[in-house]
């Protein structure tokens, strides 16, 4: 199984239906809500819903936390945690 960050690039470049660049190409410090993805509001709430129904996770719990979404590799530390605390979760229940 690949790493999160590179399903999250996959899921960027799919979501965002970029056609001139591969997932590799994306640097983990790329600049999300700024620089050469030009992701807007729209784009957002578009890979939220991708990232959220492909990791199974709640991805925004309440308040957008665009510290999340500064950049590859923040976006993945954000992931990372929810995955860990749906583990812990599944892990106390049973």
């Known amino acids: 199984m690949r ?9 960027i470049i799919q979501g965002l239906r970029i056609t001139d660049r591969a997932p590799e190409s994306l640097q ?5 809500l700024v ?5 807007d509001s729209i784009d957002i709430l ?9 990791f199974d996770i709640k991805l925004v719990d ?5 510290s999340s979404w500064k950049s590859i590799n923040t976006l993945t530390v954000t992931v ?3 995955l860990a605390a749906k583990d812990l ?3 106390l229940q049973t």
Do not use: C, W
């Open 80 to 82: 990372e945690a929810k």
């Open 28 to 32: 983990d410090d790329e600049p999300l």
């Open 62 to 66: 309440g308040e957008f936390e665009k």
């Open 46 to 54: 578009q890979l939220i819903l991708e990232i959220e129904r492909y």
């Open 89 to 91: 979760a599944h892990t």
């Open 35 to 39: 620089g050469g993805l030009e992701i």
């Open 3 to 11: 790493n999160v960050k590179q399903q999250l690039k996959s899921i």
